[in-house]
């Protein structure tokens, strides 16, 4: 009678070869990987965070680390690497960094097939020739899988919105991008709702956090890059009071500014 043990060994030996065979073949395809490189299947995890080790990472790690929130105001926004899905080009590979130059809105999201999300997507995405027009790109980023994504969109987000959602839809696995941009919840297991507005040199300009139950507005999202915009065009020579708008008052700060705001701005001018 044929020992278990033997028995095991014979299946983990099948289990080798045939692993061995699909990349054998993966590599003869034409514009295939090559030899030793696994197989784009059901799981293939991109590298999430891409956080500069120091010397202090380095050492050998006594214990699991706890990923720490990096994202800051006024701060280079967290570089990072995921999958993601594109409504009419299929999966693709996003990095962040790869967006220097540009404005950026990265929206975090509970999840697919929820409530409140998909009314947020497609209202961006209502939006987005205007945000175009201004020189913004969108990610937005869950912690479902792209496969996810694509489903999502096909049965319920393209009927929501004339040609469906025009940005990526990226992959947050884990929540490991989320837990270093601080709206990982652990306990729940997604990422909850944030926005991040990441001007052309990297850095995070403005970050807004939500409970699940309530959405974002798409055109005060507008607003505030425009105001952002304007500030960064006058290199800070003018700044942007509660509720601007182009082609509203702004403010010139200096000594002679100094108490006499009143005399140049109406809170009316809010509304």
Known sequence: MLKRRDFLAGVAG??????SFALANASTKEGGISMG???DACVSPAAGPLIPKTAEETRPAKEVAVMVPLARVGKEA????ATAYIPGQGFKLVKLSDYRGKWVVLCFYPGDFTFVCPTELAAVAARYPKLKEMGVEVLAIST????SHKIWHEVELSKMVEGGIPFPMLSDPGGRIGAVYGVYDEEAGVDIRGRFIIDPDGIIQAME???PSVGRDPDELIRQLQAFQHVRATKGAEVTPSGWRPGKPTLKPGPDLVGKVWQVW???ESF
């Open 266 to 268: 109406k809170v009316e």
């Open 37 to 39: 490189q696994e197989v």
């Open 78 to 81: 967290p570089d990072f690497e």
């Open 209 to 211: 956090v939500l409970t």
């Open 14 to 19: 099948g289990f080798a070869g045939v692993k």
């Open 144 to 147: 479902d899988s792209r496969f």
